[in-house]
Each structure stands twice: as structure tokens, then as C-alpha cells.
């Protein structure tokens, strides 16, 4: 018992290690090669202006504001200042601005965004895309051509009823999400009973520490799996660990639906079903238990961090532990 806790242990410090380099090397490469306002034929941290006579590919600013006079063959995308096309701009691309406001009287083709300001459309502007604010309002005056649709100050304030799981009158029958369980229950009961039935005993025969483990790896799996994705050689590894933990979920909550289908079933009726089915019927009750707003989004993340604790404690349902206390529960 000593040993293996020593071995746990070693093992916890060195996966904190390694997401520990990972992150320092992850953001370093980040940081190091991003670099918004260092590319880009007119790009700089200072004011730009396009004259009349002028063409550019794109501009990309950062602090500085954004005079199209000219024609701007890109994008142009502003952080932190205004951006101003007159009557003689023309941008075949996007405009973007970041904190500063946008006024166009030219020529746009593309959409027109503004994240925490105001756009304001000349009588003589034309824009063939969309024109939106996340944060600001819209100021369209008379003659003001707008192709595309116009999305007055995007709602971006938080509200408790804005997230789906947190309002109680946002419910849909997941009818999708009951079939692709199902057949995921299926073929787990059909192919992988014993290993099902043993993530599930260490769920519950071990619920304290599973939890632990769980909510650990997912923690740790997806910060090293973000930070080794941005390394792009580390892809293959982060496409691992997402899928080890969606393996453990995937588990868990099949040996918690095979569960509660036996359960049912055999106070149904007082014999002995098929395991496959056991597995669908419960599988599909706890889908639309997991629908439900708020209590099922909880459900659902509890499951998640247990099934993947289980499934490593288990070491995948391979470990040679008896399925009997797993079917008294059941009953």
C-alpha cells in the first residue's frame, strides 16, 4: 500500500512538472511569435494613413488610429484606435477595431466590426457586408448603404439567463444526444462489458479519490493539452489526452446509465435482461436527465471528472477487480 501511494505521488509531481515546463515553454513560443502589429505592409504601433494615391495590402494598428483615403486591397484592423474611411477610401476587406470607434463614408466590401465602441455610417458609405458592435451602438444616417445585415450593440453583458444551463425554461428534447448514446452504450455492453463494469466499481467502491483524480486530469490535461498545441509539433500528444479524457467520460457515464437501466428494469420485472439493453435504457434516461437546465449541466460535469478518475484508477477497466459489489448495487 506504501509503495503504491509512493508511486501515485511520483507520479502527480511529475505530470505538474510537465505541464509546469509546458506552460513556460508553451507561452514563451506564444508570446514570443505573436506578434499583431509587427506584419503587414502599412502595420504599426503609431497612427496610419492611406493616402489617395496610395494601395496597400492591409493595415493592422495597435494604439494607433486608422485614416483610409486610399484603397486598401485587405483588411484593416485596429487595436486600441479609431478607424476612418472617407468618401475616397475603398477596402476590399474587413474593418475591425478593438476599443476605438469606426466611421465610414467610402466604400467597404466587406463586414464591419467594433468590440466596445461605436460604428457610424456616412449618407454617402456603402458596406456589402455586415455591420455589427459588440458593446456600442450603430449610428446609420440617411442615404447609408448597407448590404449585408446590421447588428445593433451585440448583447454582452452577463446574465445568468443568457447561459442555457442556468435557465430553467430552456429545454429541448435531446433526442440526437439520446441516439448516439445509446448506440455508444450498445456497443461498450456488446463488446467491453467487464471493463465498463469495472470503471463503474471503482466509481463507486473508490468515489472520493476518482473525484479527486478526475477533476486533476482534466485541470492539468487540458492546460497541457492547449499549451502543447501551440507548440505544434506537441499536436499529436494533445489529440491523446483529449481523447483519454473523453474515453474516461465517455465510461463513466455508460457504466452510471447501465446502472440505473438494470435498476429499473429489474423492479420492472423481476428477471434478468440483456446487458445490452440494461445499458440503452439507462444510458437514454440519464441523457435526458443531463438535459435538464443547470442540475443536468452539474450532472454532467460531475460524471465527467468521476468517469475519468475511475477509468485511470481502473487503468481502463483492465485491472482484475470482481464486478459482484458493482451488481448488488445495481439492484
Known amino acids: 500500500?506504501?509503495?503504491?501511494?509512493?508511486?501515485?505521488?511520483?507520479?502527480?509531481v511529475l505530470?505538474?512538472?510537465c505541464a509546469c515546463v509546458g506552460l513556460v515553454g508553451g507561452a514563451s513560443f506564444f508570446f514570443g511569435s505573436w506578434r499583431p502589429?509587427?506584419?503587414?505592409?502599412?502595420?504599426?504601433?503609431a497612427n496610419a494613413t492611406i493616402l489617395t494615391s496610395q494601395t496597400v495590402d492591409h493595415v493592422t494598428t495597435c494604439g494607433g488610429n486608422v485614416v483610409v483615403l486610399g484603397h486598401v486591397t485587405g483588411d484593416v484592423t485596429a487595436y486600441g484606435g479609431s478607424v476612418n474611411v472617407t468618401s475616397s477610401g475603398i477596402v476590399d476587406g474587413d474593418i475591425t477595431s478593438y476599443g476605438g470607434r469606426v466611421e465610414v463614408a467610402g466604400l467597404v466590401q466587406g463586414d464591419v466590426t467594433s468590440y466596445g465602441s461605436s460604428v457610424t455610417l456616412d449618407s454617402l458609405s456603402r458596406v456589402q457586408g455586415d455591420v455589427q458592435t459588440y458593446g456600442g451602438g450603430i449610428n446609420k444616417m440617411a442615404g447609408a448603404s448597407v448590404e449585408g445585415s446590421i447588428d445593433r450593440n451585440h448583447p454582452t453583458s452577463f446574465s445568468l439567463t443568457n447561459?442555457?444551463?442556468?435557465?430553467?425554461?430552456?429545454?429541448s428534447f435531446p433526442g440526437v444526444s439520446i441516439i448516439i448514446w445509446v448506440l455508444i452504450a450498445a456497443a461498450l455492453a456488446q463488446w467491453f462489458p467487464q471493463r465498463t463494469l469495472r470503471v463503474g466499481e471503482v466509481m463507486f467502491?473508490?468515489?472520493?479519490?476518482?473525484?479527486?483524480?478526475?477533476a486533476l486530469s482534466w485541470v492539468l490535461g487540458l492546460i497541457l493539452a492547449v499549451i502543447l498545441a501551440l507548440t505544434i509539433i506537441g499536436i499529436p500528444l494533445t489529440l491523446a489526452i483529449l481523447l483519454v479524457l473523453a474515453a474516461g467520460g465517455i465510461l463513466g457515464n455508460v457504466a452510471i446509465g447501465w446502472l440505473i437501466g438494470r435498476g429499473i428494469l429489474?423492479?420492472?420485472?423481476?428477471?434478468?435482461y440483456s446487458p445490452v439493453l440494461e445499458a440503452m435504457v439507462g444510458v437514454a434516461i440519464l441523457a435526458l436527465i443531463e438535459s435538464l437546465p443547470f442540475l443536468g449541466f452539474l450532472l454532467s460535469i460531475f460524471i465527467?471528472?468521476?468517469g475519468v478518475g475511475a477509468t485511470l484508477l481502473s487503468r481502463f477497466g483492465s485491472s482484475r477487480r470482481r464486478v459482484s459489489s458493482l451488481r448488488r448495487r445495481a439492484v
Open 1 to 12: 500500500m506504501r509503495r503504491r501511494r509512493l508511486v501515485l505521488l511520483a507520479g502527480g
Open 15 to 17: 505530470l505538474l512538472l
Open 37 to 45: 502589429c509587427g506584419q503587414g505592409s502599412a502595420a504599426s504601433s
Open 163 to 171: 447561459l442555457p444551463f442556468l435557465n430553467p425554461f430552456d429545454f
Open 205 to 214: 467502491s473508490n468515489l472520493p479519490r476518482s473525484l479527486a483524480i478526475g
Open 266 to 272: 429489474q423492479r420492472l420485472a423481476r428477471r434478468d
Open 304 to 306: 465527467a471528472l468521476l
